[in-house]
């Protein structure tokens, strides 16, 4: 069965950096595209970025561009996402998800991992 | 940048009912339109791809129609686990450098 873990949240201060990861089994990785997807508290949804199955393109939303950064090792089956230059609006539970096969929409989701940008 | 809108924020439906769920998009999206269940504390899950086709394991009370701006997500008689928030995705967008989400419809119970 397909399992996403994310990992890496943590309480970090404005401007700071964090790395999250995402392990991915039960699937082969290297096929598909893959999403983060955020989550402030509360709130709604928000797609963040996706990269495609062999990480030749990747994408972003407008809030995060320039300063976020989508990565994937197929080799170590796991999808990473670098953040830069944190803002208290960058608060949020991070998801990944793995892309579906017709299409760009979100057929499996991690459980998730919170971030929070605070001094 | 595409904005969905849903309808309404909130419903209230007793189990056994029919819910209809509502979402706009500000202009066409083609069927390339998802819809997603939350439940408090949990992750996302696909239930509708395509406008209209449930994802692997989704009961078949799950329904989804439309196209091109209007869509709707129907469920045929309330269980008491589809109380839970609803959220409507476009992918249409290539590149994708903007997949969004509706602001969703919390379902609760009547």
């Known amino acids: 069965q397909v399992q996403l873990v994310e990992s890496g949240g943590g309480v970090v201060q404005p401007g700071g950096s964090l790395r999250l990861s995402c392990a991915a089994s039960?699937?082969?990785?290297?096929?598909?595209?893959m999403h983060w997807v955020r989550q402030a508290p509360g709130k709604g949804l928000e797609w963040v970025a996706f990269?495609?199955?062999?990480?030749?393109?990747?994408y972003y939303a407008d809030s995060v561009k320039g300063r976020f950064t989508i990565s994937r090792d197929n080799s170590k089956n796991t999808l990473y996402l670098q953040m830069n230059s944190l803002r208290a609006e960058d608060t949020a539970v991070y998801y990944c998800?793995?892309?579906?096969?017709?299409?760009?929409?979100?057929?499996?989701w991690g459980q998730g991992t919170l971030v929070t940008v605070s001094s | 940048e595409i904005v969905m809108t849903q309808s309404p924020a909130t419903l209230s439906v007793s189990p056994g009912e029919r819910a209809t769920l509502s979402c706009r998009a500000s202009?066409?999206?083609?069927?390339?339109l998802a819809w997603y269940q939350q439940k408090p504390g949990q992750a996302p899950r696909l239930l509708i791809y395509?406008?209209?086709t449930r994802a692997t394991g989704i009961p078949a009370r799950f329904s989804g129609s439309g196209s091109g701006t209007e869509f709707t997500l129907t469920i045929s008689s309330l269980q008491s686990e589809d109380f839970a928030v609803y959220y409507c995705?476009?992918?249409?967008?290539?590149?994708?450098?903007?997949?969004?989400f509706g602001q969703g419809t919390k379902l609760e119970i009547k």
């Open positions: 995705q476009q992918y249409n967008n290539w590149p994708p450098n903007m997949y969004t």
């Open positions: 395509g406008a209209s």
């Open positions: 039960g699937f082969t990785f290297s096929s598909y595209g």
């Open positions: 998800a793995k892309g579906g096969a017709g299409g760009d929409y979100l057929d499996y």
């Open positions: 202009q066409s999206v083609s069927s390339n």
């Open positions: 990269i495609r199955y062999d990480g030749s393109n990747k």
